[in-house]
């Protein structure tokens, strides 16, 4: 009698159910907007928040252009983790991030041709994107689909909400319009007032950035221990 | 511990199945972008004579108004090429000789202009314009720029309308008849009013506009020897 043991559950080893949205889901979504912006307290993605922030309209293709690719290669990686060998993970990674990049640009260009003409490179460079395979080595390699997707959703959107924001003050003092439309009133051009150059130089979108981040980092004294 | 061989195996499979979807994505896709691209130019060149290009009727209003030719540098009609075929790109890197002339005619109320496509180099990559002239093969009756790679708000800027306006009127050869081309001066500011040969820059996108000025040159001198041999 004794030796017939009773399967008894394994404690905790199997996750208890959570729900879809639980308090932690919402924070893997809710946290890169805040306390762990890829831009501004990672400082990744860098580069391609400097270059196609002149126009709002390209900033917001960008943004759901990364977006998808994280979103989508996290679960990708996600659900393949268990299987991908170590040695060759970071090759296999790049290929599943550099498809989805032909991919959207192919849809891009089948369906928004103007602003694919627009971003043009910058579509191509979203595979160097740092914060894509920042997520997936990070991320992705150790958690499940559902958890994956969420993460690249904040990640996506956190690293879209400062592209959006230096591209609304890049256009607006540089072009004086807003998503294509003038804003600035032809009286204050008749005043004498001029739209600011340096503000469609990347080093103006530098600037942003660091203002940003100094405001962040001053409200967050948290914040400041972590570079 | 995986092995070799899994991980070969691996790897070219992960490798083969995104090759496949993306073939299959990119031949179901392709129809709509060449399309795209046919549409983007039909745009273009009605854009450097029309003020208002109407989406909806594009396609009737360009088989009306426009005659599409293809000549060769001695201004005699090439036969069995369309103009949709001639990748200008391409043309731009042969020897004039070798080349093939897209010219498309817009005729209107009786009047017509010369619509040419025009390839440059800008500061980053290729540069290129639809050029729009009078019947006199002289005066600029509009131009629209494109651009692979330029600045995004600064070189990228000789695309836009306000730019381009500033070509109109502009003109191809001096008043003894010799070819004097049209220059884009550096910044912004110049004053070029009665000046038929000068453009105002771009503040911050003088190697773009530099390589507008090439451009005019360098293409415009053969198309005046394309012209020379046209048959009206």
């Excluded at chain 1, 103007?114 to 395979?133: F, K, P, R």
């Amino acid at each position: 009698m004794s030796t017939v043991a009773v399967e008894e559950p394994r404690p905790v080893v199997a996750e208890p159910k959570e729900p879809l949205l639980s308090k932690k889901n919402r924070r893997l979504v809710s946290d890169p907007f805040g306390d762990n912006n890829p831009i501004t307290v990672q400082v990744l993605g860098i580069c391609s928040a400097l270059a196609v922030t002149t126009q709002l309209a390209n900033s917001l293709v960008m943004a759901g252009s990364v977006t998808f690719v994280i979103c989508c290669s996290n679960v990708a990686i996600s659900l393949l983790r268990a299987t991908i060998p170590p040695r060759v993970r970071m090759i296999i990674q790049l290929l599943v991030i550099a498809g989805l990049v032909v991919f959207v640009d192919q849809v891009l260009q089948a369906f928004l041709y103007d602003v694919a003409q627009e971003l043009s490179v910058y579509v191509g460079l979203i595979i160097t994107n740092c914060i894509v395979m920042g997520r997936l080595e990070a991320f992705a390699m150790a958690n499940r689909p559902w958890k994956s997707f969420l993460d690249g959703l904040g990640n996506g959107a956190g690293y879209g909400l400062i592209l959006i924001a230096v591209a609304f003050f890049r256009e607006l003092f540089g072009s004086g319009t807003l998503l294509g439309f003038q804003v600035v009133p032809q009286f204050v051009y008749d005043l004498g007032y001029v739209d600011n150059g340096v503000m469609l130089t990347p080093a103006a979108a530098m600037f942003l950035i660091g203002g940003f981040i100094w405001v962040q980092r001053g409200l967050r004294p948290k914040l400041t221990d972590v570079s | 511990m995986y092995s070799n061989r899994y991980t070969l195996a691996y790897a070219t499979g992960v490798t083969v199945t995104v090759a496949v979807v993306l073939a299959l994505a990119s031949s179901s896709l392709r129809g709509l972008q060449a399309a795209n691209a046919r549409r983007a130019q039909q745009i273009a060149i009605l854009q450097t004579v029309m003020d208002d290009v109407n989406p909806e009727t594009l396609e009737a209003d360009y088989a009306a108004y426009v005659d599409e030719r293809v000549l060769d540098y001695a201004g005699l009609e090439v036969d069995g090429v369309a103009p949709v075929d001639v990748d200008v790109r391409a043309e731009f890197r042969k020897a004039p000789e070798e080349r093939l002339f897209p010219v498309f005619v817009y005729e209107r109320d009786g009047g017509a202009r010369f619509i040419v496509p025009i390839e440059g180099n800008g500061l980053w990559g290729g540069i290129n314009a639809f050029l729009a002239l009078d019947a006199d093969l002289d005066t600029i009756a509009g131009i629209v720029f494109d651009h692979e790679t330029e600045t995004p708000g600064l070189g990228a800027e000789i695309a836009t309308a306000e730019f381009q306006d500033r070509f109109r009127g502009k003109r191809l050869f001096a008043d003894g008849g010799e070819f004097a081309s049209v220059e884009v001066l550096k910044g912004s500011g110049n004053d070029v009013a009665g000046d038929p040969h000068r453009v105002d820059g771009l503040t911050g996108a003088t190697m773009t506009t530099r390589g507008v000025t090439d451009m005019f040159r360098d293409e415009l001198s053969l198309y005046n020897n394309v012209f020379e041999g046209m048959d009206p």
